[in-house]
């Protein structure tokens, strides 16, 4: 929140491309980190790795939107290229990378933090592919801007338009849901220190992932439902998923036996958390899609950053206090968001509609001579 936000903003006046390179440099420090036991040189990898964090979720998604608008490239391209991002990468290489990771620690004996060396190798590969291949492109390049002015410009930009700061209040109150969801499934499914496979379940949240994004790629692939539209079912469905744990607390018995398989309110429990992870994949191609419609080019770095403050703020209160609200309070405060953030959608649908059919008006005007009789014939 307080590092990634102003580096990651720079994306926009420094170069998107430059960002990106400065995504893997940082994140590569940040692995190096891990090698000593000092707390303040892991507190030091952790400042790099916040600030690579906000350049990961912004700058590569600002050059590909910029990129693709000036080659002129069909905007269902994008829908179709972020679909296949999140498949691909949060998907299917999680999971490759998670059983790697694995082969090093258990199977090569390389230790701990061998995973942490091989995604070093991985960026630099990265670095070198994108200062090779990729072309350079800016938000607002001027000179005469500070860094503070950008700041009160891209506030200005979501104080002024409407769909701007519904976008920003959805995408904090699912990603506030889901990054705490990150934390509270383990100890869900196993209040009891249930001996449960965490890896074959991670596995399983990735492949529900997987199947959501191609739910979405399928999605925006067709120009109905419009994803203002679908994304109203989204997330109250996730709320949906999310309460499941409330719900089993409430109608199953709680066991005091230690240890033992999963039980059944955990199994349940797990229903729900598959669904919600498909809804995260469905989630991310499409905001990403809102965002590449509403979000002014000239900002786009900056305005996404902005984003994620209240978004970590959530994060850092939430998680601080996790020993002092039950479970059932937490999963509840997340079903909460994801239902708020549904009204909200619901919101920005009927705002778009009407922008749509102003704009459609407008359009028919042009098209009319003075005495009514249109051009066209």
Same mark, same amino acid.
């Given at each position: 929140m307080l590092f990634g936000t102003v580096v990651g903003s720079l994306a926009d006046k420094r170069g998107r491309k430059r960002a990106c390179v400065t995504y893997c440099i940082t994140y590569i420090l940040s692995c190096i980190t891990k090698h000593s036991p000092q707390y303040k040189v892991l507190m030091l990898g952790r400042v790099l790795g916040g600030i690579a964090t906000s350049l990961l979720f912004s700058a590569f998604e600002s050059w590909l939107v910029a990129e693709h608008n000036k080659r002129g490239f069909d905007q269902q391209w994008l829908s179709i290229t972020f679909a296949k991002a999140i498949f691909l990468g949060n998907g299917l290489m999680a999971i490759l990378s998670g059983l790697f990771g694995t082969v090093l620690v258990d199977s090569l004996k390389l230790g701990p933090v061998a995973p942490f060396d091989a995604a070093s190798c991985f960026l630099a590969i990265g670095m070198i592919i994108i200062l090779s291949t990729w072309t350079e492109n800016y938000g607002d390049p001027s000179e005469n801007k +500070?860094?503070?002015?950008? $700041?009160?410009? &891209? @506030?200005? @930009?979501?104080? @002024?338009?409407?769909?701007?700061? =519904?976008?920003?209040?959805?995408?904090?109150? $699912?990603?506030?849901?889901?990054?705490?969801?990150? $934390?509270?499934?383990?100890? @869900? =499914?196993? #209040?009891?220190?249930? +001996?449960? #496979?965490?890896? $074959?379940?991670?596995?399983?949240?990735? =492949?529900?992932?997987?199947?959501?994004?191609?739910? &979405?790629?399928?999605?925006?692939?067709? #120009?109905?439902?419009?994803?203002?539209?679908?994304?109203?079912?989204?997330?109250?469905?996730?709320?949906? &998923?999310?309460? =499941?744990?409330?719900?089993?607390n409430l109608l199953v018995a709680p066991s005091n036996v230690k240890g033992g398989s999963i039980s059944v309110s955990g199994c349940i429990q797990l229903i729900g958390f598959c669904i919600f992870e498909a809804c995260v994949g469905i989630f991310w191609p499409s905001i990403m899609k809102m965002r590449s419609q509403y979000i002014p080019e000239e900002a786009r770095s900056t305005i996404m950053n902005f984003f994620r403050i209240p978004l970590n703020i959530f994060v850092c209160i939430a998680l601080y206090n996790v020993k002092a609200l039950p479970m059932t309070v937490m999963f509840g405060m997340c079903s909460a968001f994801l239902f708020v953030a549904s009204l909200l959608q619901r919101r920005l649908m009927v705002i778009a509609e009407i922008h749509k059919s102003r704009s459609q008006d407008w359009l028919n005007m042009e098209e009319m001579d003075p005495e009514g009789v249109s051009l066209n014939g």
């Open positions: +500070d860094l503070l002015t950008q $700041f009160k410009g &891209a @506030a200005a @930009a979501i104080a @002024a338009d409407e769909k701007i700061t =519904l976008l920003g209040a959805i995408q904090s109150l $699912f990603e506030g849901s889901m990054y705490t969801f990150v $934390f509270l499934w383990t100890p @869900a =499914l196993s #209040p009891n220190d249930e +001996d449960i #496979p965490h890896g $074959f379940i991670f596995a399983t949240f990735m =492949l529900s992932s997987m199947l959501g994004s191609s739910i &979405a790629s399928r999605l925006l692939a067709h #120009p109905t439902p419009r994803v203002e539209s679908y994304m109203q079912t989204v997330f109250m469905l996730s709320s949906i &998923a999310l309460l =499941l744990p409330v719900v089993t």
